[in-house]
């Protein structure tokens, strides 16, 4: 039988998110599925909704159901073993990992985030262009590429929604400096960032460099406050990613922010900042 779970972990997030999927691409319903299952009529729904989460066995029936065996049966039963622990370690995984998955469910769900960039422009502020010259340059297949750009823009919803999340973006000058695909794609590329730090639920403040050390140099990060739920920490890098939601470690990074933040410029001077190096692209 499946628990109840007040507050999502990453990990249930991402299972919730899988779940949606299979079941959606199933073509059958949620209460079909249950009741070929033989739970009740409301079970799956709510396993897709992430209002209860199934158990390991419970999901190893649901995939056997849908069909879904190998790796990826393996894969979703293991996340369900561990739905409930708060950090969430995930390496090297080939494809869209994971712990992607759970970033993506984070935000569709989280009131505010901080995000701070200190290599590249933020993933909820990226063009298309800036976000395929970004995966080109890691030498994927063309049709990954593609799935990886409409991920990424269609991730972007989340700060133009009716109800749209908050989110505070502070971005190393030297990210905005740095020519990702050409100019024209970065010119583009700025005057979109000038575009949504103008909404009134996106602020964007540019980090100058050579200021001295600040907690920022650590690495970059990601701070998802929910309405319902604890907050938590998600590191992304190149082929791995972890969450964390311990309370210690989540107030260290609340007091990051409030450092970073009080070396960055203002939005006026940030957008001013932009406007600039765009039209210095636009002369190149």
Do not use: C
């Not at 970065?186 to 602020?203: C, F, K, P, S, W």
């Not at 203002?266 to 002369?283: F, H, K, V």
Request: proline share 7%; hydrophobic share 45%; charged share 25%.
């Amino acid at each position: 039988m499946p628990w109840d779970t007040s507050g999502l972990t990453t990990r249930a997030r991402a299972l919730t998110a899988a779940i949606r999927r299979l079941v959606d691409a199933s073509g059958m319903s949620g209460r079909e599925i249950s009741q070929r299952l033989g739970f009740s009529h409301g079970t799956v729904s709510h396993w897709a909704t992430g209002r209860r989460l199934p158990n390991p066995e419970d999901t190893a029936s649901l995939l056997t159901l849908l069909g879904v065996t190998g790796e990826e049966k393996q894969r979703l039963v293991e996340l369900a073993r561990h739905a409930a622990e708060p950090n969430w370690l995930v390496v090297g995984m080939p494809g869209i990992p994971q712990q992607l998955a759970g970033a993506i469910e984070s935000e569709r769900h989280a009131s505010a985030v901080v995000e701070w960039a200190r290599d590249v422009v933020p993933g909820l502020l990226q063009t298309a262009d800036y976000a395929r010259a970004l995966a080109g340059a890691t030498q994927l297949e063309p049709h990954e590429v593609d799935a990886r750009v409409m991920l990424r823009v269609g991730r972007s919803e989340v700060v133009t929604r009716r109800d749209p999340l908050r989110l505070l973006a502070l971005i190393a000058e030297d990210a905005v400096r740095e020519i990702v695909g050409s100019p024209p794609v970065m010119a583009d590329q700025l005057r979109h960032l000038v575009a949504m730090g103008g909404r009134d639920n996106i602020t964007v403040q540019i980090v100058p460099p050579r200021i001295g050390w600040h907690p920022g140099w650590a690495g970059p990060f990601v701070l998802y406050e929910f309405p319902d739920a604890p907050p938590v920490v998600h590191f992304e890098h190149y082929s791995s990613g972890a969450f964390v939601l311990d309370e210690d470690d989540v107030e260290a990074y609340r007091k990051a922010v409030e450092i970073i933040r009080g070396l960055a410029r203002s939005p006026a001077e940030s957008a001013d900042l932009l406007r600039t190096i765009t039209e210095e692209l636009e002369a190149t």
